[in-house]
Structure formats: C-alpha cells, structure tokens
C-alpha cells in the first residue's frame, strides 16, 4: 500500500537572505621587496537570517525554516611574508597571516532567544554561543556537583531554568597560519601550520570516559584518580 504524510511545515512568509559588505584594503612592499603583506578590514550584515525555528511538540513538528533576524560580522585580517634569501640557487621565505572575527546577533524575532541545542541565539551574542547552566565546582564536603543559579547563587539542584548565554562560542576568535618556503636548485620544501584561538567546543567523549557509572561502555580516564573521596 501507499500512504503519505507531512515531514515538514510550510512557511509562506520564507525569503531568501541577503547581505552587505564593505571591505577595505591596503597591499603593500618594503625594504626593495623583502618584506610584503596585505590588510584588510570588513563588515557584513546578514538581514532575514535563515534557521531550523524550534517549533512547540504541540504542534507536531520539530521546526520551521524561518528567517529569524540578522546578524553582523566584522574583522581585520593581515597576512605578511619576509624573503630571506633570493638568489638563482637559494630560495627562502617565511609567511604568516591572522584573521580576528567578532560575530554578533543584532535583531532577533520573539523574545530574542532562539535555543538549538546545547547552543543558541540570543540578540547581542555571537552565533554559536554555549547555552548551559554554569558550573560552580564540586562541594568538598561531600562532592556534590555545584552550579551557579540565575541570581548568582551556588546550588546543588541541577536546573536548566538556570540555563544562560557563556562567553564561549564553537567558532574561534581568531584563526590564522604560517609557514616556510625554501628550494635550492631543483629541490623544494614548503610547509604550513594553522592556529584557531578562543574556540570551545562540547566534549561528549569526555564526559563517557570521566564517568564512573559508564565503566561497562569505555575505558576510564586517569583523572578518575584524582575525584572526590571521603
């Protein structure tokens, strides 16, 4: 037999996102070529920013593609390279770059708080912001968990009302690279290494391997040793 059902709810309101960007920059050579580089500094704005909305279960659906609000991007990025050596047998450079990003929810619809997850958007924040209850340590009096509560009060009632906006985001604050370029005659090496600063990211595995009820599921971490005894 065949049969049909609805996966997903219609939106007649849904648009398309759009975005302006100013970007200006400066490329520039010093010292008879040996030093070079290029900075350029940006601003985006994302308008009707496109999401999964969470929908009420009451409604039987999940989620509804909606556009939810907008959203500012604006940074610096400076490359730079110096040349060593430059001569018909030897060549050898070295290079570097970092790029800063600061993202921002500047309009949201509703209450301005949109949950995904263990994440979620809310107007003044970045994209990707860690939504959780803030841990306050372990109890040294009996070990308890302790958390801190909306009002700033360390508890040991686990509650995800307490939930608020951390200054800790999955997308790094600043990212960038630097390598090496070196030949001689018709041999060559080149090399590259890149760098992520302030980027947080939710460790599942960790949490397994730190539990001591979940010994049947994986091993367990050295720093079992080191919990709270009596």
Do not use: C, H
Not at 72 to 101: H, P, R
Not at 148 to 153: A, K
């Amino acid at each position: 037999s065949t049969g049909f059902w609805v996966t997903t709810v219609r939106n007649p309101d849904l648009k398309w996102e759009t975005t302006k960007q100013t970007n200006v920059g400066v490329d520039f050579l010093f010292w008879d070529t040996k030093i070079g580089g290029s900075l350029d500094v940006y601003q985006k704005i994302t308008e009707d920013l496109f999401l999964n909305q969470p929908l009420s279960t009451l409604s039987a659906f999940n989620s509804i593609n909606a556009n939810v609000g907008s959203m500012e991007n604006k940074g610096v990025e400076l490359a730079l390279k110096y040349q060593i050596l430059n001569n018909d047998k030897l060549k050898w450079s070295v290079n570097g770059n970092i790029a800063y990003n600061k993202n921002e929810i500047i309009k949201l619809v509703g209450d301005g708080l949109i949950e995904t997850g263990i994440t979620a958007l809310s107007e003044g924040d970045a994209l990707g912001s860690f939504y959780a209850v803030p841990w306050a340590g372990v109890n040294p009096a009996n070990g308890a968990p302790l958390y801190e509560d909306l009002n700033g009060n360390i508890t040991e009632t686990y509650s995800a009302d307490n939930r608020v906006i951390l200054d800790k985001t999955r997308d790094p604050k600043y990212v960038g690279g630097f390598g090496t370029n070196f030949s001689y005659k018709n041999f060559s090496l080149t090399s590259l290494f890149s760098y992520a600063i302030g980027q947080y990211r939710n460790n599942g595995s960790l949490a397994v391997v730190e539990d001591p009820t979940a010994v049947s599921l994986s091993n367990q971490s050295t720093s079992i040793i080191r919990e709270w005894s009596q």
